[in-house]
């Protein structure tokens, strides 16, 4: 019997075998109803196995399962895009294996260029889980395995650049083939991953030769900056001058055209008129004289026309009107 005092009473409970059978029976059921039943949220895809094996992939919703651990489930991100530092930390990482511990950091950003100088290189990879269980079941920890072999990839792709390559003009290209190649390697490890993005962050000298390294730097960017100054002074002079010729060679050829034209238009005419002539020798001369006369007699001025046997031409004059004037007569004979 189990006394239990309720109220200032006391009551008095049997306890035997079928009791506890009872109780155990009203547990199991509370327990199997709370663990029946689980919920994938939306940017999961939850993983089913019964006893360590392997079921099938649910959906997001609520689901339901075998309780009492005989179905356990995995959720995965599928959805979120994933990400992995080398050689430094973001705090508030949601994933796990985000970034290493700072001991791990230090050694991962030391690098070997090709050309045997010293680098510390700072990068960060990201991805997505395409397919929950190649990533849970065929590599051990894939998320630990990414991050070998990430740092394998860089290492490799660095060690084939010099050390200006690496810091200044070559980053695009090493992420890119760190990107290719990292792809690979998860591909041919079947871990279910794909490889969204490879990005350098700090890519630096050692500290004992940052400062010189630096002033290299800007040196090299004031030439750079000087170059790119000359080139543009260099783009806006010679098609200046290369127009202004192009005008000064149209306008000679023009002025070419014209006086050809002009003279082959002279030539024409003076045949013409040597065919006339040949015609009628006579009238063609006086016609000539004539309109020869007709142009130049206009710019001679004031003019009197005598004939050439007059004695006394000083009465016909008007000497008084033309010395008031300043002017004189002008005898012209034909």
Known sequence: MIKLE???????????????????AALALVVGGLTSFYQVEAEEEAVVMRFGKYIKTEQPGLRFKIPFGVDTVEPIAVRRQLKQEFGFATSGATNQSQWAGPREQEQEKQMVTGDLNAALVEWVIQYRIDDPTLYLFNVRNADETLRDASESVMREVVGDRTVDEVITIGRQEIESECLAKLQ?????????????????????????????????????????????????????????????????????????????????????????????????????????YLETLQEVIPQLGKKIIIDEDAKQILPLLQLGAESGNGGGAKKATK
């Not at 200032?8 to 035997?16: R, Y």
């Not at 004992?208 to 290299?216: A, G, K, L, M, R």
């Open 6 to 24: 309720i109220g200032g009473n006391t009551v008095d409970i049997p306890f035997d075998g079928k009791t506890i059978l009872g109780i155990g």
């Open 184 to 288: 690979d390697l998860a591909n041919k490890y079947e871990m279910g991953i794909n490889i969204n993005q490879v990005q350098l962050k700090n890519v630096n000298p050692p500290l004992p030769v940052q400062s010189s390294f630096n002033e290299v730097n800007q040196a090299q960017q004031e030439r750079e900056k000087s170059i790119n100054v000359a080139n543009g002074q260099y783009n806006r002079e010679v098609p200046k001058a290369s127009g202004e010729a192009e005008k000064e060679i149209s306008e000679a050829e023009g002025y070419a055209t014209e006086r050809i034209n002009e003279a082959e238009g002279d030539a024409t005419r003076f045949n013409a008129l040597y065919t006339e002539y040949q015609k009628a020798p006579d009238v063609t001369k006086r016609r000539i």
